[in-house]
């Protein structure tokens, strides 16, 4: 399967080394305006450099474009590649607001092609168990639902003349950016433990929320470092959603997931609570695997320091699903779920009420 990157940022040397690693791929080419870093990245990574997306697309006629330009510049590139019959694997979020990622969702089913979204977490087994417990029931009713990103970046993250914390292009900050992937996945699992919500469906009924800009320079950062949320849960559950860069020096990322039945509590890549009213004869091998320490700081202080083999299992099953001609399990609408919540969160801290999610 051939494939183009569309964007030579940081990301993209993780899509790059995730490509590298399933060997039915070949990385054909990539894209950027600025000569002097997609020529190294073309040499580096043994493919062609254009600096214009079309250009790319037309000559060297990809499967598929991974997307890893700046969030709010994700909707035009992906109709280039989708208008082309070119499936799109898309970075998280598929873009910032849920009305373009519409336009992309649509403009995919009309040509016929596959709408893919990157949330890796959703791909990291220690997450998967946990999503397992809750399909299976295993907390009960679920009563509490928490997703904490405390991280931390420092100014230079939002320097002068960076895409990061501006409106037009990052689209919010600490929750649209760094949490979004705590927000997928605490809907996620969530909504697996709800057998009266329809799998299409989200399964946050409402937020009421409150943003701030505690710890960096409003010259440089439009958007906020700070986000507290509560969520109800369609089964009369509550949830809630720590989102911050604004607390140094950066801690693990946090979930728990409970109610009458037992919790789970997780820290990054190991579990801390795993316990059960009700035992299973594989919680203990559960226990033991994902006991010990995190082998990452999953980017609470550095973007760059992150285990990319989640991203590796998200393309494989994106790749797998359109060698089958099946719909990806992580496709647009899935994809477009976190956002939606983020965007009700912002619109609730704007104006100081509950805002109920549309259906």
């Given amino acids: 399967m051939r494939v183009a ?49 079309a250009r790319m697309i037309r000559r060297e006629k990809p499967d598929v474009v991974t997307i890893a330009t700046p969030s709010g510049a994700h909707l035009d590139v992906a109709l ?25 969702i649509k403009a995919a089913d009309k040509v016929g092609v596959s709408l893919g979204a990157i949330f890796p977490q959703r791909f990291n087994p220690v997450l998967q168990a946990v999503y397992t417990a809750s399909a299976a029931g295993r907390f009960g009713d679920l009563a509490v ?14 320097g002068d003349g960076r895409w990061q914390g501006t409106l037009a292009l990052d689209g919010g900050g600490a929750l649209m ?58 089964n009369g559950g509550l949830g809630q959603l720590l989102a911050t860069t604004s607390l140094f020096p950066g801690q693990l990322r946090r979930f728990i997931f409970g109610g009458r039945g037992g919790t789970a509590e997780i820290e ?20 033991s695997r994902f006991g010990g320490a995190s082998g990452t700081s999953g980017g609470a202080a550095d973007p760059m320091a992150i285990n990319y083999s989640c ?7 994106f790749f797998d699903a359109i060698s089958a001609g099946i719909k990806p399990k992580l496709d647009g609408h899935e994809g477009r779920k976190a956002v939606a919540i983020i965007e009700a969160c912002y619109k609730s801290a704007s104006t100081g009420k509950v805002i109920k999610l549309a259906d």
């Fill in 5 to 53: 990157i569309i964007g030579i940022g940081a990301i993209a040397e993780i899509h790059a080394r995730a490509l590298a690693d399933i060997p039915s791929v070949e990385l054909v080419s990539a894209c950027c305006r600025t000569e002097e870093k997609g020529l190294c990245f073309a040499e580096q990574h043994a493919c062609s450099w254009y600096p214009d997306p």
């Fill in 80 to 104: 280039k590649a989708i208008r082309k019959g070119v499936h799109v694997l898309c970075e998280k979020p598929l873009e910032i607001t849920t009305r373009r990622i519409d336009r992309m």
């Fill in 145 to 158: 639902a928490s997703s904490a990103v405390p991280w931390w970046r420092d100014d230079s993250y939002y």
């Fill in 177 to 234: 950016n760094q949490s979004i992937h705590g927000v997928d996945a605490l809907q996620w699992i969530a909504g697996a433990s709800m057998s009266h919500v329809p799998p299409s469906a989200n399964p946050i009924e409402s937020v009421a929320a409150f943003t701030a800009l505690k710890s960096h320079s409003p010259e440089y950062v439009e958007v906020e470092d700070t986000c507290l949320a509560v969520l109800k849960l369609k």
């Fill in 268 to 287: 990054e890549e190991q579990i801390v609570n795993w316990q059960f009213q009700e035992s299973h004869s594989d919680d203990d091998a559960i226990r």
């Fill in 311 to 317: 991203h590796t299992r998200n393309f494989s099953e």
